[in-house]
């Protein structure tokens, strides 16, 4: 899977605008992540795989409403995916378009 840097906005689930541009950063951790966008809507390998389901366009982003309980990809237009370290520092991370059917 190639993984991408990712320049952009989301809107944390407090509506409070944030840059994805903390995860061009060096050393920036789980903790971090977690603290700017709220809990993943889904995680993977123990932990170290996160990923949050976003919906919007032209860099400017917000969480799916419900995603972590939701079967399908409905409403959703990219996954991010960040992969961290055995110590939880964000190794590499990408914005993945969904595709619906």
């Given at each position: 899977m190639?993984?991408?840097?990712?320049?952009?906005c989301?809107?944390?689930p407090?509506?409070?605008?944030?840059?994805?541009?903390?995860?061009?950063?060096?050393?920036?951790?789980?903790?971090?992540?977690?603290?700017?966008?709220?809990v993943?809507?889904?995680?993977y390998?123990?932990?170290?795989?996160?990923?949050?389901?976003?919906?919007?366009?032209?860099?400017?982003?917000?969480?799916?409403?419900?995603?972590?309980?939701?079967?399908?990809?409905?409403?959703?237009?990219?996954?991010?995916v960040?992969?961290?370290?055995?110590?939880?520092?964000?190794?590499?991370?990408?914005?993945?378009?969904?595709?619906?059917?």
């Amino acid at each position: 899977m190639a993984l991408a840097c990712v320049s952009a906005c989301v809107t944390t689930p407090t509506g409070r605008l944030l840059q994805l541009e903390l995860l061009d950063r060096s050393s920036v951790s789980k903790n971090d992540v977690i603290d700017s966008f709220g809990v993943p809507d889904a995680q993977y390998e123990q932990g170290r795989v996160l990923a949050y389901r976003l919906q919007g366009a032209k860099g400017r982003y917000t969480r799916v409403p419900g995603a972590a309980t939701r079967v399908g990809w409905e409403d959703v237009g990219y996954d991010l995916v960040l992969v961290f370290d055995h110590s939880d520092v964000l190794e590499r991370h990408s914005l993945v378009p969904i595709r619906a059917r």
